[in-house]
Nanobody, 117 residues
Framework: QVQLVESGGGLVQAGGSLRLSCAAS?????MGWFRQAPGKEREFVAS????????AYADSVKGRFTISRDNAKNTAYLQMNGLKPEDTAVYYCVARSSIVSASWEYWGQGTQVTVAS
């Protein structure tokens, strides 16, 4: 069982930046980020494929967030710029266990991001 450990969350003023990291304890394939704000459903934020590094983003974060990964370190990153109060949420790192997996089997424990207006 692969463990995902997020770090880098915190409190930031609107317009500021944060960089989240997600370290995997073992081999993973595609990786990504979800978030859940209070009283709202969990939503997709961004993902990146393991081999070609192809990325996908939610419309709400396009142009502001950048996902990347370092396969040698089994680590994914989420650079968040131009943060808005509506970005406040618990951010979860996710990963797939195989190249053919259709779901996100691995989830981290989450890291809180709070954006003050």
């Amino acid at each position: 069982q692969v463990q995902l450990v997020e770090s880098g969350g915190g409190l930031v003023q609107a317009g500021g930046s944060l960089r989240l990291s997600c370290a995997a304890s073992g081999r993973t394939y595609d990786m990504g980020w979800f978030r859940q704000a209070p009283g709202k459903e969990r939503e997709f934020v961004a993902s990146i494929t393991w081999n070609r590094g192809l990325t996908a983003y939610a419309d709400s974060v396009k142009g502001r967030f950048t996902i990347s990964r370092d396969n040698a370190k089994n680590t994914a990153y989420l650079q968040m710029n131009g943060l808005k109060p509506e970005d406040t949420a618990v951010y979860y790192c996710v990963a797939r266990s195989s190249i053919v997996s259709a779901s996100w089997e691995y989830w981290g424990q989450g890291t809180q991001v709070t954006v003050a207006s």
